[in-house]
């Protein structure tokens, strides 16, 4: 009978040890940085996540990067939204356009492809997270190639999806 009292506090450090919070006051944004990933600055000004391995990073291309934008124009999410259901260059139409108008934030899921050395054609899914922040955003990007993508999803939605604006921050 004891055990059973036991069991949410065990699945509790459990997954507390899986995941850290990780809070960057300058780009204004928090986010659960999982286990063995690492933070390190973007030469554009944003920040890199980078993952455990490095086999992640040759192999299944894994790129996790944050930044800010300033939006510009009329209605900017919705008209970023559209530009992404469509076809553009390499990049096919976004499979999922989910634009929450009441949150200010769009998340987007699509495939881009890319030739890399040996004239090898490589197709990476992305998830990007875009977070209206008055007029500046918060953009996510969490990309890795097809075939591997679905390892890194769990890391990828605390990542991405897990990403919230810091109110009061620098960068908004």
């Not at 940085?33 to 690492?38: M, N, R, T």
């Amino acid at each position: 009978m004891r055990c059973y009292r036991l069991l949410p506090v065990l699945l509790l450090l459990a997954s507390a040890a899986y995941a850290a919070p990780y809070r960057n006051p300058d780009l204004g944004v928090s986010f659960e940085l999982p286990a063995g990933w690492k933070v390190r600055p973007d030469s554009q000004g944003g920040i890199r996540v980078l993952p455990p391995q490095v086999e992640d990073r040759e192999r299944s291309g894994v790129s996790v990067r944050l930044w800010r934008e300033r939006l510009r124009g009329k209605e900017p999410m919705a008209r970023l939204a559209d530009s992404y259901r469509k076809p553009q260059g390499e990049r096919e139409s976004a499979g999922k356009v989910q634009l929450q108008r009441t949150t200010g934030r769009l998340v987007l899921e699509y495939r881009e492809g890319e030739y890399v050395q040996n004239s090898l054609w490589i197709v990476r899914n992305h998830l990007r997270v875009v977070q209206q922040d008055g007029r500046n955003a918060l953009l996510a990007d969490c990309a890795a190639n097809a075939s591997e993508f679905h390892r890194y999803r769990k890391a990828f939605a605390a990542l991405c999806l897990g990403a919230t604006v810091l109110r009061g921050g620098k960068g908004a």
